[in-house]
């Protein structure tokens, strides 16, 4: 087999069995392996930055990396905004970048770039096969690196000669890190903490953020009185009817300030200290409380569900979860409204759905309205570089073709990565996005107040404004071959989302919505 | 003055007045800025890679840099493959990249990344600013630095408090690096050569590619009997009646081979040695005949235009150069085919147009159909990284509000940077994007038989192939403000470009031609 065969073989072997392509020349020789092993799915995406985030939604449903399949150092950039959100959300991935044959490199040809940087740029994994032989072993290695606790970026450069050359065998799969199991001296310490009677938050990420670790969290809160937060942007929180519902951490500084206010003790568990996601003149940039102390009850790469598991235990024996109770809001009625619209969402939240979040200012109120829906998860922008939201919904819905999977989408996000909903259609997925179409940047209107930016005349105004000409993404969905309608009103709204839950394959509305700011 | 206003008025001063911008927080106090200097203009893009191609495709047209405005690394990182390919065509670019507040960046905020780093990647200057009394100096060096022969990537990064602090002066402007002068006994040297009788190829690139250097290359060639021909991608070409007819070196390695058969020397002036754009089994990756001696007349960074001219002197003196006739294609009828279109385009296409080249396999006849049209220049894909063709339109068009721009989008890369379509409505540029809707990577079918690839089935087959289902571009630019027709006979297309000619403002015509493989 030449040294394609042998890398999808192993992935294959190793569990990677989709693999997000957005191939070209280089990559013609994996691309014709892929026939050769049955079990690989190739899904195309039509830019990089859709194939990325595809892959990072996979992961955080599928909890195991997908592959991805990249042309060179130009197909890699337009890919890392996305895989930096990838990064912050500890998502496991493995990136095969192809490059110029080995021996064509130093001819510096048009596409010749130092893929090397570009990968290191995402402080993962990385290495270069540079002959046939390597493939395999650096494939099974990608992958165990991928999923080394806490989860990372693995970047496999492969020449063109490296992939088109005969010789290459499958290697066996490696196994991966663990997380690291927290000491009982550090769970007791904390454990002290909490009994002490002196005001706790505990504050937790990761894989805490599912339904094991919500319910540990639950009782220990329950026991203690200690309050409990999820980080604010967690890569997937379990939430809804019958799971604990635990508040996430304000976006904004002065939210968290409030959140946090007169704790004497905070303790992390899967996650870092608060800090504020921007600075700001005058604003402090370290968000945990002026006399507090930090105590970290597990790192990222911990065991950080067995460990509040066990400090439940210490602190919660015989105290149950508080699981939220079932309740929708009413469905509203009339023009759709900032405030209206996540109501429609709760009222009509099917069961089990996927929320890929990326609502931005529109969706401020989203998670009250949302709490007592049918049990779901929900996925948010964990780095902060929008565009996220239509790739991650597509890889979510790939991961699981049984679940619904709601994209809640701003607009001006949206356009980033746009191209990926004919990637939805094509294989398809059951997608419904809502574009939040409020025709601006609306929350860099508020981030132009809170900065302290003075003087904000006609040209600044102009560059966070969407209109002029208005986006109709109902056309530009259409022309992508996704089904699409407009919904002005809440009852439009509400049944164009029953509609698109009912039928097969995706579904866009195009939600016109004044902007909060 | 703040940072950010110190920095707009010094580049403002070193003659860089438009910035293509897609901001976010860290950059809102370089938009509150725009308005205290009202010599700069502001142009939104709704993704990095058409505020970088559009930055490249300005360069190209006002031969002077316009800036750009980045979001941190996610932003910079989105914005590279168009930077790649500007880096490819020596454009002059400022990149304004914001960063957190230099004392922000500790707390490893989401968006934190090593900008530096892929800054780095473009191989062009790179600085930060670390104190508001840097930014200026920073700023003009900056612009000299982008202009220093033959051009390249400036990239600036600005952390946020460097910014907003307050104390900023305006910096002088600093004078670029000319190009060097070639010196005389290099001129003769090559001038024995061309008098040897021995078969000579001069080929060149840069701005020898514009009408002064294409009038010296053919004067030459029509003394001397050499063959001449442009780079396989120049940045900018001037062609057209009246212009000297030099052909551009082929992009498949074969054509090379062809017409470079039998040469003995090689002149160079303003370019490199032909390579392979890719590597392919078993053939060359160096497309210099075999036996045949280069000759550097001028390397990049030297005054290849000068060198020529003084060339010319040596060996032509008295000889006029060989003037394209005016000569256009009779308009084709019936459905549009890979082979008419092009001819439509010869026929209709009007005076000073700037042709933005993405076609790609559907516009391998171009040339022959376009040769004798009125005279125009033609921008092409320096880098290969796909998705250039709409923001360096985009650009070209605010560089020359008063000249026609003519994108020729092949489908599969227009979907790259698609949104860059509003820009040109927000703008009302007169910009005409006719998308050559093949509906496949029609050059990846092709490149996989030339790889060598076999065993080929339909999982390989169904990643190159862009149907099912079928993209509507009409809707897509409708959807994006830009108004759009469809065209699928040659009567259409010449009709609809008529129009699309005559009235100011952007406009899309979605033509259906098969595929050519």
């Known amino acids: 087999m030449n040294g394609a065969q042998s890398l999808i073989r192993t992935l294959v072997d190793a569990g990677v069995d989709v693999c997000f392509s957005n191939p070209g020349t280089s990559e013609m020789h994996f691309v014709a392996a892929l026939d050769s092993v049955p079990e690989m799915r190739g899904v195309l995406g039509l830019f990089e930055g859709g194939v990325t985030g595809a892959a990072d939604g996979y992961a955080r449903i599928a909890d195991k990396p997908a592959a991805t399949l990249l042309h060179l150092g130009p197909g890699l950039g337009n890919g890392l905004a996305n895989l930096h959100n990838a990064r912050r959300a500890n998502s496991p991935i493995v990136n095969i970048v192809g490059d110029h044959a080995t021996y064509h490199k130093k001819y510096d ?76 001296a550090t769970v007791k310490a904390v454990a002290d903490i909490l009994k002490s009677g002196e005001s706790v938050a505990v504050l937790i990420g990761g894989r805490a953020c599912r339904e094991e670790g919500l319910r540990a969290v639950s009782r220990i809160s329950a026991a ?105 809001p009413a469905l ?73 999977v709601l994209n809640l989408q701003s607009d001006g996000s949206a356009l980033y990565t746009i191209s990926t909903l004919w990637t939805q259609a094509h294989e398809n997925l059951n997608v419904t996005t809502v574009i939040l179409n409020n025709r601006a940047y609306a929350i860099l209107r508020l981030e132009l107040q809170r900065v302290g930016a003075e003087g904000s005349g006609p040209k600044a105004k102009a560059l966070l404004d969407l209109s002029g000409p208005d986006m109709d993404f109902v056309k530009i969905a259409e022309g992508l071959g996704v089904p699409a309608t407009r919904a002005t009103t809440a009852e439009e709204l509400a049944e164009q989302l029953a509609a698109a839950y009912a039928e097969p394959g995706p579904h866009l509305i195009d939600a016109i919505i004044p902007p909060l700011f």
């Open 109 to 184: 040809a048009p596409l010749e770039s130092d893929i090397d940087a570009l990968a290191g740029w995402l402080k993962g994994w990385v290495k270069r096969s540079e002959t046939v032989a390597e493939v395999a072993v650096d494939a099974a290695a990608a992958v165990a690196a991928a999923q080394d606790a806490p989860g990372r970026i693995a970047t496999l450069i492969l020449p063109a000669d490296a992939s088109w050359g005969e010789g290459g065998e499958t290697s066996s799969p490696v196994t991966p890190r663990a997380p690291k199991k927290v000491d009982e």
């Open 224 to 328: 203690t009185g200690a309050k409990s937060f999820v980080e604010t942007f967690p890569s997937r929180l379990e939430r809804g009817a019958g799971v604990p519902a635990i508040d996430r951490l304000g976006y904004l500084a002065e939210q968290v300030t409030y959140q946090l206010d007169g704790i004497k003790h905070l303790v992390i568990a899967g996650t870092r200290t608060p800090v504020s996601f921007f600075a700001y003149p005058g604003k402090p940039s370290d968000l945990v409380p002026e006399g507090a102390k930090v105590h970290v009850l597990a790192e990222v790469d911990e065991d950080m569900v067995g460990a509040l598991t066990d400090l439940a235990e210490l602190v919660a024996a015989g105290t149950e979860p508080v699981l939220q109770a079932e309740s929708r």
């Open 332 to 404: 509203p009625t009339g023009d759709l409204t900032p405030q209206n619209w996540v109501d429609v969402i709760g009222a009509t939240l099917p069961e089990n759905a996927i929320i890929a979040d990326e609502a931005n200012t529109s969706g401020l109120l989203l998670p009250t309205a949302t709490a007592g829906a049918p049990r779901h998860d929900v996925l948010t922008l964990t780095g902060g570089a929008i565009g996220y939201g239509i790739p991650v919904a597509t890889g979510a819905a790939v991961a699981a073709p049984d679940r619904p």
